[in-house]
Nanobody
C-alpha cells in the first residue's frame, strides 16, 4: 500500500529528546517535499517543519533551535529530531509527502503520539 508511516512517538519528560521517523512505503520520497505537522487536542493542525527535495528546510518559530528535520532518500525516510521538549510540544505528529511535480499527489500518515509530561 502506498503510504507514509510515522514512528518514534513516546512519553518523554520536559527537556528530553525524541527522534521521529517517517518512512515511505511502496513509493520513493525522492521527488516529494516532506513535512511534519502536529495537532494537539482542541487545536488546529500546524506545520512544524519541512524539507524540500533539495534539502532546504523550514521551521515554525515555536520549534526553531530545538527541532531538526532531515531526509535520507536512500533509506526513503524523513526524520524529526526533537530536543528540549516542552509541554506545548504534546501532540500527534503527522508526516506529509507532497509531489513536487503534482501538488495534488499527497500522502498523509496516521500520526505518532508525542506526550511531554513529568
Amino acid at each position: 500500500q502506498v503510504q507514509v508511516v510515522e514512528s518514534g512517538g513516546a512519553l518523554v519528560q520536559p527537556g528530553g529528546s525524541l527522534r521521529l521517523s517517517c518512512a515511505g512505503s511502496e513509493f520513493s520520497i525522492r521527488m516529494y517535499g516532506m513535512s511534519w505537522y502536529r495537532q494537539a487536542p482542541g487545536k488546529e493542525r500546524e506545520l512544524v517543519a519541512s524539507v524540500s527535495t533539495e534539502g532546504e528546510t523550514y521551521y515554525a518559530d515555536s520549534v526553531k533551535g530545538r527541532f531538526i528535520i532531515s531526509r535520507d532518500d536512500d533509506k526513503n525516510t524523513v526524520f524529526l529530531q526533537m530536543s528540549m521538549l516542552i509541554f506545548d510540544d504534546t501532540a500527534v505528529y503527522l508526516c506529509k509527502a507532497t509531489n513536487v511535480w503534482d501538488r495534488d499527489d499527497v500522502y498523509w500518515g496516521q500520526g505518532t503520539q508525542v506526550t511531554v509530561s513529568s
